[in-house]
């Protein structure tokens, strides 16, 4: 049995109910939040009921491939190419990210060095985009990460990976935005702050209104939700113009760099090139909107691959070879941390390219915006197909063939955010929850090519939990050795070999449960493995102030899940409609399509 890739899910018996419905039941049509009293005694069951979802919550590629999506009720036009997925993967990136960052992260953290910073970076991003690639491959769904990781790690990892990610895509949609107004400002020669409402009465941080950033997020969804390939056409001709620009000031640079500037190279020491890494990487997040419209994608299995490896290599070239142009115009201390290449630009008596940047960051931000819009909201609609939030955001539109509902929700948060919180407030919890969201999709890579569901004997279970466990334990003492004191190599010494035993116990003693059927990461175990170890190590080089605040929103967000989340999929999973044991069944078809998989591939290894 062939799991779905290619086709339409079939649309359900037809609804007399229209698209627009806001009753209670359209939000928490779940038993458990029938009355009050119905509510008391979910509480009063938690523990329970946190147990079974610990135990048994792990869903089905066939699962999310059927069942899941059929609660959209509209099926989501299949409608991308590797072309559009290549385009829309420019889109998502090129935006404020290496315009703001660079001369900041130059100036405070690395100097020159901050090209090997986004060296760095960008190797631990195209691990993380190897992951995804496999996931999308296998699992072409709207749901990303989280669907990925609600197959192979269950429904409590899939929630701290989606509350993480929907975190991540308000905050991040807002710190676009807000950096939307800024590059406004200065294209009319005025203040970053110039076009904001100053509010002397609300706390310092979140002091100075934007409502020009929440019209920008209102404007670039409403595309979103009127049409996913007009909004890829959209972003196509806007990447197009804003490469254009980005080749201009490249050019314009070398022809004023002077080779003198890159001494001394690595001011700030090795430590300050991974301290600056840590944060450039927010340059390179987005590349998981791009895997959540796998399922608007004509060829999965060729399309998403060539879609966003094509667009990560590239613009990892772009990136360094921009911090590269910087560095090289201007001495590393005369680097402006606001205004980089504006101010680089106006050194060398070219002031009228302060223009130029700001136009080319006005159109990478917006199509940051325009892709994030898209990408954000399949994720939310898949999370809403599960009922972890109400499933009223999983509707597509019958039309337009888009979630409107889901993208809405985004768009309010994102709105809302960006109307009151300072770009400062906003970046340093955003890298650590990425980073995080990746060791996850790292470790489900692992479980899901070392173990199927029966395939997998209890004695190789146990056998790669242990292994995976040294594999993160190493990685994040490695981490914290080299927060605490980089100098010291003790640790590394001692925690380097353990990383290295591990990940080859894991190849060795650990066999394979299940080959991928199209597409698969190379060099499995290693690069999962190193996956884990790189994105770790970013996270040990950032401030503690960050772990903090991670640690209080994932602590609100596992709050939320106890009191309404846990008893919405409990009921959806217990609910005895018959899509349990239907799953039941494709599960078994599954595992022996996955055994045959591994037979073949043996056999071609012999």
């Not at 062939?2 to 209670?24: C, N, Q």
């Not at 990925?148 to 990892?157: K, P």
């Not at 190493?474 to 003790?490: L, T």
């Not at 008893?567 to 349990?580: I, L």
Request: aromatic share 10%.
């Amino acid at each position: 049995m062939e799991l779905v890739e290619e086709g339409h899910v079939p649309k359900p018996a037809a609804a007399a109910r229209g698209y627009w419905r806001w009753s209670k039941e359209d939000f928490f049509p779940e038993p458990s939040f029938a009355s009050w009293g119905a509510y008391r005694g979910a509480l009063a069951a938690t523990p329970a009921r946190l147990r079974d979802r610990f135990l048994a919550g792990r869903s089905t590629d066939a699962a999310e491939l059927g069942a899941m999506r059929r609660r959209s009720e509209n099926e989501m036009r299949r409608c991308l190419t590797w072309w559009d997925l290549t385009w829309l993967g420019f889109g998502c990136h090129l935006g404020a990210g290496i315009f703001v960052l660079t001369g900041l992260e130059s100036r405070d953290h690395a100097g020159p060095a901050v090209v090997l910073s986004y060296v760095v970076a960008g190797i631990s991003a195209m691990l993380s985009v190897l992951c995804y690639a496999e996931f999308a491959v296998e699992i072409p769904v709207a749901g990303g990460s989280f669907a990925y990781l609600r197959v192979e790690l269950g429904d409590v990892a899939a929630f701290v990976a989606a509350a993480n990610l929907i975190l991540e895509s308000v905050i991040g949609t807002a710190a676009v935005a807000r950096a939307w107004t800024s590059y406004l400002a200065s294209l009319f020669n005025r203040p970053a702050s110039a076009f904001r409402v100053r509010a002397p009465w609300v706390a310092e941080g979140y002091d100075e209104l934007d409502p020009i950033a929440s019209a920008v997020i209102a404007a670039t969804a409403t595309m979103a939700m009127l049409s996913t390939k007009g909004s890829s056409r959209l972003n196509w001709v806007a990447s197009t113009l804003h490469l254009v620009v980005i080749a201009f000031i490249i050019v314009a640079g070398f022809l004023h760099a002077k080779p003198s500037n890159l001494t001394p190279f690595v001011p700030y020491g090795v430590p300050g090139v991974f301290r600056a890494a840590a944060v450039v990487y927010f340059a390179y997040g987005g590349f998981d909107s791009i895997a959540n419209m796998a399922e608007e994608t004509k060829n999965p299995s060729r399309d998403i691959p060539l879609g966003l490896i094509g667009s990560m290599s590239v613009i990892t070239g772009i990136y360094c070879t921009m911090a590269l142009v910087l560095s090289m115009m201007q001495p590393y201390t005369a680097i402006d941390r606001n205004a980089a290449y504006s101010v680089a630009f106006g050194a060398v008596g070219m002031r009228w390219m302060k223009y130029v940047v700001a136009v080319g960051a006005l159109k990478g931000m917006t199509t940051v915006l325009l892709v994030g819009a898209l990408g954000n909201a399949r994720y939310a609609t898949h999370i809403a197909r599960s009922h972890i939030i109400p499933p009223v955001f999983a509707l597509v539109h019958p039309r337009t063939g888009t979630p409107v509902h889901a993208t809405a929700l985004i768009t309010a948060g994102s709105a809302c955010v960006a109307f009151f919180s300072s770009l400062d407030v906003l970046a340093s919890l955003l890298s650590i929850s990425t980073l995080f969201i990746f060791v996850m999709m790292a470790v489900a890579l692992l479980v899901r090519r070392y173990h199927a569901r029966g395939v997998t004997s209890r004695a190789h279970a146990r056998r790669l939990v242990a292994l995976l466990l040294a594999i993160v334990g190493s990685s994040a003492g490695i981490a914290a050795c080299w927060g605490a004191a980089p100098e010291r190599w003790v640790g590394y010494a001692a925690l380097a070999p353990v990383w290295a035993a591990a990940t080859l116990g894991v190849q060795m003693l650990v066999p394979v449960a299940r080959a991928p059927r199209r597409w698969g990461v190379p060099l499995v175990p290693w690069l999962p493995s190193l996956s884990i170890a790189t994105n770790l190590f970013l996270m040990g080089s950032l401030g503690a102030q960050a772990f903090v605040r991670f640690g209080v929103c994932t602590a609100v967000m596992m709050l939320y899940y106890v009191l309404v989340g846990l008893h919405a999929t409990y009921d959806v999973a217990h609910d005895g409609s018959g899509e349990e044991e239907m799953d039941h069944a494709d599960e078994k078809a599954a595992a022996a399509v996955a055994a045959t998989d591994v037979e073949k591939s043996t056999a071609g290894e012999q």
